[in-house]
């Protein structure tokens, strides 16, 4: 264990690059099948963490998914942290990738739909820390496509990375709130409209109309009952529109 940040173990890395790129033939040609694959191991891993979320995905609890003891599992994956980066790989092969003939903006827009849906099959992909993505080839593939699209714009270098990085910001953001809110739901069983309607004499008793008028004259608008305000949709098509009118 070192104090340097900048400390790498670079076997760890270079074992877990072989085992998204070179994993294993799934049997032997020869010899005894073995009982389990990789991807038997990594299959079972998203469906933990896709049952109980990632704070509670253990090697354990995928080897007694699979029937098996823990120990078994060290054979075909070193921990839990490769794991965990096999898991990521593998659900970015579900997204299904742009026809060749959209335009940039179209191309955008479906791309960023099939992540919204991958986020919400998968809600434990929104607890990584997506600066530390793994370099596996399905991850690899979905961030050419995007760059692909946002780079037909005329877009070049930095320009292109900044324009995709606020795509992405904007999405995750809107999906984390979205999925925290329905975990909230379901955790405490009330609604955010039962939790407002509980604080309705809030607005009456205690709001101040001259501390916050940017917020009372939005309400008076109805512009907090507009839910076309708060979807995701709506807010893709204005960053667009930001972006398609700063290459004129």
Known sequence: MTDD?????????????ALLWDPPAAAPTRGPRPRLTLDDVVGAGVSVADA????RLSMRRVATRLGVGAMSLYTYVPGRD??????????HGELQPPAADLGWRRSVEHQVG??????ERH??????NMARM?????????????????????????EVVSATNLIIWQLLGAARSQIIEADETRRTG??????WNARASFWETHFDYQRYPAIAAI???????????????????RLLDGLEASLS
């Open 134 to 158: 793994p370099v596996g080839p399905h991850v690899l593939d979905a961030d050419e496509a995007l760059y692909a699209a946002v780079a037909r714009t005329g877009l070049r270098g930095a």
């Open 190 to 195: 009330t609604s955010a409209e039962a939790y």
């Open 5 to 17: 940040p900048d400390a790498v173990d670079t076997e760890a890395a270079r074992r877990i690059i």
């Open 123 to 128: 809600p434990w992909l929104l607890d990584l």
């Open 52 to 55: 109980d979320g990632l704070a």
């Open 114 to 119: 099939e992540r919204w849906r991958m986020f």
């Open 82 to 91: 490769e794991l965990l980066e096999l898991m990521v790989n593998r659900v």
């Open 219 to 237: 309400w008076a608008a109805g512009g907090f009952d507009d839910e076309q305000a708060h979807a995701f949709d709506r807010q893709l098509e």
